[in-house]
């Protein structure tokens, strides 16, 4: 990933021709490290990403929508109050450092001035800090006095840039060249890697990859590497392409690169990698909560059951105690007080076997018996109690299994958002802040939706989309699901037509992949129409029961072309 002074040189020079001139309209906190500026330039309204991330430090026009924090740090009312309204004068590079400062003109009610935002892209270290004359009026990341740092960064303490490091810069040529001549006195006939290595180590703010087109570069035009790096780093024209791998973006580059695409600018290519690096991890991120929160609810009704079915073996000796009890009392003259055991003959064995009866010495004979029914009738009301409990619990763990379906099922934020609002209302996620001022209703997230043959056929995603979908079918339409899995509601609108088979096969095999069997060569999916499916009052959601159903038995398929 080559976010390297090299890089961000370029990526100033593009914000600078596009957005001197612009006015911000409005700014915006994503989250802890990343603002969003909406700049309108006098022609168009863009979006300006300023992030410090650790990995994603960057500043870059975006087309991604992202939904801003519902609530505003203290950094982000600052930069409202300080730069709302303001106008952009320049946007450049700072020296040859992984620094882009963002120079405005702003005006109040009572006064004038030129304030800057200094964008620090240097990794871990990232930060952005307001200035204005030199004295700083707050930073992303700021410092406290008792902290052990080399440079200060609070309000009213006078800006210093990052020091350096101990590399030479880009443009000093003499240096370069004694440095290079003595590190290949030592090499002899070093090849293109080792002096991309070199550079890279003894160059400030260059990336490796970088490092390795200069150094090919050079050795294409006969160039001694420390003549043509002053120039490749100032003159070289922004050629931007981004490299995929697999359908993924993996890099961008300012310059040609091998199974690179051609992008329109490095904003675009920049923004195209990040952009989709960090929906792939927030999603990745979205979905492993909700799987530990769903397995969580998995484990819980688990060992509930556990606890309900030990008690409903304990339960089971309610006859053994019944008859015990009833022997007593039918051999009361038999027994004799505060004797701790007795052997009587089992009438209620049809082998006719002896029974051994342990009895409480300081009770009567007749205690004693009223004590083993005292225990058969409480045994009896468990039983009673504990049978429904064991259903309950036996369904709630079907029901976070039909969740975990669905979770491992999902290839997108929009199949994650209705999950974590149902694991939400069953109080297995907190509730998400609500942002402040009116709130607005959120539209319904569509079913997967597929045509064949003419005919539309629509894939729950989840367990309420799998109820909207059965309210929404007419009784004639077809239903699907897989036979004892996990799966997808599946509806083929029919409009009162006789579906072909070639329909049914195919939604067959959606609904089988949108299924817990999706990794298995083939499994039954039940079919019927919608009027014999009937959702139980008060169960969960996802849940039904269904009747005269025929099944299929295919392969998983997606059918994602």
């Given at each position: 990933?080559?976010?390297?002074?090299?890089?961000?040189?370029?990526?100033?020079?593009?914000?600078?021709?596009?957005?001197?001139?612009?006015?911000?309209?409005?700014?915006?906190?994503?989250?802890?490290?990343?603002?969003?500026?909406?700049?309108?330039?006098?022609?168009?309204?863009?979006?300006?990403?300023?992030?410090?991330?650790?990995?994603?430090?960057?500043?870059?026009?975006?087309?991604?929508?992202?939904?801003?924090?519902?609530?505003?740090?203290?950094?982000?009312?600052?930069?409202?109050?300080?730069?709302?309204?303001?106008?952009?004068?320049?946007?450049?590079?700072?020296?040859?450092?992984?620094?882009?400062?963002?120079?405005?003109?702003?005006?109040?009610?009572?006064?004038?001035?030129?304030?800057?935002?200094?964008?620090?892209?240097?990794?871990?270290?990232?930060?952005?800090?307001?200035?204005?004359?030199?004295?700083?009026?707050?930073?992303?990341?700021?410092?406290?006095?008792?902290?052990?740092?080399?440079?200060?960064?609070?309000?009213?303490?006078?800006?210093?840039?990052?020091?350096?490091?101990?590399?030479?810069?880009?443009?000093?040529?003499?240096?370069?060249?004694?440095?290079?001549?003595?590190?290949?006195?030592?090499?002899?006939?070093?090849?293109?890697?080792?002096?991309?290595?070199?550079?890279?180590?003894?160059?400030?703010?260059?990336?490796?990859?970088?490092?390795?087109?200069?150094?090919?570069?050079?050795?294409?035009?006969?160039?001694?590497?420390?003549?043509?790096?002053?120039?490749?780093?100032?003159?070289?024209?922004?050629?931007?392409?981004?490299?995929?791998?697999?359908?993924?973006?993996?890099?961008?580059?300012?310059?040609?690169?091998?199974?690179?695409?051609?992008?329109?600018?490095?904003?675009?290519?920049?923004?195209?990698?990040?952009?989709?690096?960090?929906?792939?991890?927030?999603?990745?991120?979205?979905?492993?909560?909700?799987?530990?929160?769903?397995?969580?609810?998995?484990?819980?009704?688990?060992?509930?059951?556990?606890?309900?079915?030990?008690?409903?073996?304990?339960?089971?000796?309610?006859?053994?105690?019944?008859?015990?009890?009833?022997?007593?009392?039918?051999?009361?003259?038999?027994?004799?007080?505060?004797?701790?055991?007795?052997?009587?003959?089992?009438?209620?064995?049809?082998?006719?076997?002896?029974?051994?009866?342990?009895?409480?010495?300081?009770?009567?004979?007749?205690?004693?018996?009223?004590?083993?029914?005292?225990?058969?009738?409480?045994?009896?009301?468990?039983?009673?109690?504990?049978?429904?409990?064991?259903?309950?619990?036996?369904a709630e763990i079907e029901y976070a299994e039909s969740i975990l379906s669905a979770i491992y099922s999902a290839e997108t934020e929009e199949d994650l958002q209705e999950i974590h609002e149902e694991l939400t209302d069953a109080g297995l996620l907190r509730a998400p802040k609500e942002r402040v001022g009116k709130k607005q209703k959120k539209p319904e997230i569509?079913?997967?939706?597929?045509?064949?043959?003419?005919?539309?056929?629509?894939?729950?995603?989840?367990?309420?989309?799998?109820?909207?979908?059965?309210?929404?079918?007419?009784?004639?339409?077809?239903?699907?699901?897989?036979?004892?899995?996990?799966?997808?509601?599946?509806?083929?609108?029919?409009?009162?037509?006789?579906?072909?088979?070639?329909?049914?096969?195919?939604?067959?095999?959606?609904?089988?992949?949108?299924?817990?069997?999706?990794?298995?060569?083939?499994?039954?999916?039940?079919?019927?129409?919608?009027?014999?499916?009937?959702?139980?009052?008060?169960?969960?959601?996802?849940?039904?029961?269904?009747?005269?159903?025929?099944?299929?038995?295919?392969?998983?398929?997606?059918?994602?072309?």
């Amino acid at each position: 990933m080559p976010q390297d002074a090299f890089h961000i040189r370029r990526i100033a020079q593009e914000l600078d021709a596009f957005l001197t001139g612009g006015k911000i309209n409005r700014i915006s906190q994503v989250n802890k490290d990343e603002l969003t500026f909406i700049v309108y330039t006098g022609k168009t309204t863009v979006k300006l990403i300023l992030s410090a991330s650790a990995s994603g430090a960057r500043v870059c026009l975006s087309a991604y929508e992202k939904e801003p924090a519902p609530i505003a740090s203290n950094f982000c009312m600052l930069l409202r109050k300080h730069l709302q309204g303001a106008e952009i004068l320049s946007v450049q590079q700072y020296q040859a450092e992984r620094i882009i400062q963002i120079t405005l003109h702003c005006t109040g009610d009572f006064s004038e001035c030129d304030r800057t935002l200094i964008c620090e892209l240097m990794g871990k270290y990232s930060n952005i800090v307001l200035v204005e004359n030199g004295i700083i009026l707050g930073a992303l990341k700021s410092t406290a006095l008792v902290d052990d740092t080399h440079r200060i960064l609070f309000a009213g303490a006078k800006y210093e840039y990052p020091v350096p490091q101990d590399k030479l810069s880009y443009f000093d040529g003499a240096g370069m060249r004694s440095r290079l001549q003595n590190f290949l006195q030592t090499r002899e006939n070093a090849d293109e890697e080792t002096l991309a290595c070199f550079l890279f180590e003894s160059v400030s703010g260059l990336a490796l990859s970088t490092a390795r087109e200069i150094v090919k570069r050079a050795n294409e035009r006969g160039l001694p590497l420390w003549d043509f790096l002053p120039a490749f780093f100032e003159n070289e024209p922004c050629n931007a392409h981004l490299v995929y791998k697999n359908g993924v973006a993996q890099d961008f580059f300012a310059f040609e690169v091998e199974g690179g695409v051609k992008m329109p600018s490095l904003c675009k290519a920049e923004d195209e990698y990040y952009s989709r690096r960090e929906y792939k991890k927030a999603f990745e991120d979205k979905k492993r909560k909700l799987e530990n929160s769903a397995k969580t609810l998995r484990k819980k009704a688990g060992k509930r059951l556990q606890d309900t079915l030990d008690k409903l073996r304990e339960s089971e000796k309610a006859e053994e105690n019944r008859v015990k009890g009833e022997l007593l009392t039918a051999n009361l003259y038999k027994i004799q007080k505060g004797v701790t055991g007795i052997e009587l003959e089992n009438w209620y064995d049809e082998k006719g076997g002896k029974i051994k009866i342990a009895l409480d010495a300081t009770l009567t004979p007749s205690q004693n018996a009223q004590r083993y029914f005292r225990a058969y009738n409480k045994q009896k009301r468990a039983k009673e109690v504990l049978t429904p409990m064991q259903k309950k619990e036996e369904a709630e763990i079907e029901y976070a299994e039909s969740i975990l379906s669905a979770i491992y099922s999902a290839e997108t934020e929009e199949d994650l958002q209705e999950i974590h609002e149902e694991l939400t209302d069953a109080g297995l996620l907190r509730a998400p802040k609500e942002r402040v001022g009116k709130k607005q209703k959120k539209p319904e997230i569509p079913f997967r939706e597929y045509t064949h043959n003419g005919y539309t056929v629509l894939v729950g995603r989840n367990n309420i989309q799998n109820d909207r979908l059965l309210k929404k079918a007419s009784p004639e339409d077809i239903w699907l699901h897989a036979q004892k899995y996990h799966s997808s509601h599946v509806i083929i609108v029919t409009q009162g037509e006789q579906v072909p088979n070639e329909t049914l096969l195919f939604a067959s095999e959606i609904c089988a992949y949108y299924s817990s069997g999706r990794d298995s060569d083939k499994i039954p999916v039940d079919y019927c129409k919608r009027k014999f499916v009937k959702k139980p009052s008060k169960s969960k959601a996802g849940f039904v029961i269904y009747t005269d159903y025929k099944t299929l038995l295919v392969k998983p398929n997606a059918h994602k072309e």
